[in-house]
């Protein structure tokens, strides 16, 4: 009895068997391919950047005095000529004033001696007395006239402190931290400025270059002279510290004659408009400049793979078969490689579903556009 059940088994096992090898094979997967053509390619190169306002101006007192009135706040927006300091007045108020009474003074001077000179004018013309007299008074006259300039100077030099008094904003900008309190007193000889005023409608961005970058970066900029070179960097990026892209264009303006000894590099200026007045003075970031090719084989990078630290893409091949290519990179461009070789340009490669590939898998190919694929990395960007 047991050996007829296990015949039984046997025989029920070998029907399943024939009937799973008679189901027929899956059909082969099917997945996007792109054909690779030359293009336009857009590289960046990147470097560090510091940003500051393109005026950076220290206020500080040019009198002594107590600090008797601050008319701002911290981070406050200030428009030039506005007042943001007054130092007590009265003493410079009385030195304008004693200026004042020393022109009046002198005035009467120069009328008193102008009144002898013409009382004596007439007598020496018809000879009743010496000409000594006359040039005598004259002399006076002169003194008098010398001392009325003198009075009038001395008047204006005290309006001019007396106004150092009252201290106005020299740009337009943000007040930085006011390092006095009222009460304070004050003077020249100060370590630290009252405060700082930054003028933010235009930012600078600093950065630099190593010598072999310099050179590098030169190459690929035309122009016969550093100042042609110069003018003909096209527009930057600034990249914020969140590493969204500033929404204006900056432009380098200036490179320093020489590199510094110390540290081997040679330092730049971005000038960045600033109309919403977003940057502000002391902010980091990455200026990106940016470089035009054409005619460079492009590869999406979703199309590709790694594979210890190399780089691979799944080409189609005879049938339909898929075989993996490893591919030489030399820059990135808006989401894609630029291939210098591995591939080549008209050759079809598998776009998405790498994952579930393997050498010699044979694909249903779904054509897609690699235009349309390309702009679709450059809409994700933006």
Not at 204 to 220: G, L, T
Not at 267 to 282: E, I, M, Q, T, Y
Not at 311 to 322: G, H, I, P
Not at 348 to 355: D, E
Request: glycine share 6%; with cysteine.
């Amino acid at each position: 009895m047991k050996k007829y059940f296990l015949y039984a088994a046997i025989l029920y096992l070998a029907g399943c068997t024939s009937k799973a090898s008679n189901l027929p094979a899956p059909p082969p997967q099917s997945l996007p391919v792109v054909t690779l053509n030359s293009g336009s390619a857009t590289t960046w190169q990147e470097y560090p950047a510091t940003v500051q306002g393109s005026a950076n101006i220290e206020i500080r007192p040019q009198v002594s005095g107590y600090l008797e009135k601050i008319y701002v706040q911290d981070g406050a927006w200030v428009t030039k000529g506005q007042p943001l300091f007054r130092i007590n007045s009265k003493e410079y108020s009385q030195f304008s004033n004693s200026a004042a009474a020393n022109i009046q003074a002198a005035k009467a001077a120069v009328e008193k001696a102008q009144v002898e000179v013409d009382r004596l004018q007439p007598l020496v013309d018809n000879k009743v007395i010496a000409d000594v007299q006359l040039k005598t008074a004259q002399a006076i006259l002169h003194q008098a006239q010398a001392s009325y300039t003198q009075a009038v100077s001395g008047k204006n030099s005290a309006d001019i402190t007396l106004g150092f008094t009252l201290i106005t904003a020299p740009v337009s900008g943000y007040i930085g931290h006011i390092n006095f309190k009222q009460g304070s007193l004050i003077g020249k000889g100060e370590t630290d400025p009252l405060t700082v005023v930054s003028a933010i409608d235009k930012m600078h961005a600093y950065f630099s270059m190593s010598e072999a970058d310099f050179f590098r970066f030169f190459s690929n900029v035309p122009g016969k002279t550093a100042e042609e070179k110069i003018k003909n960097i096209p527009p930057v990026d600034l990249q914020l510290a969140d590493n969204s892209i500033y929404n204006s264009k900056g432009k380098v303006e200036l490179v320093e004659g020489q590199f510094d000894p110390n540290s081997g590099s040679i330092s730049f200026r971005a000038v960045f408009p600033n109309a919403d007045k977003l940057l502000r003075s002391g902010i980091t970031g990455r200026v990106r400049i940016p470089f035009y090719q054409e005619n460079k084989l492009l590869v999406p990078q979703q199309a590709t793979y790694e594979l210890q630290d190399k780089v691979y893409v799944f080409a189609l091949s005879d049938s339909n078969k898929v075989v993996s290519k490893q591919i030489t990179i030399t820059g990135k461009s808006e989401g894609n490689y630029i291939v210098a070789n591995g591939v080549t340009n008209g050759e079809t490669i598998v776009y998405s579903g790498l994952q579930r590939l393997r050498d010699g898998a044979v694909i249903t190919p779904q054509n897609i556009s690699l235009d349309s694929v390309l702009h679709q990395a450059v809409a994700v960007r933006n």
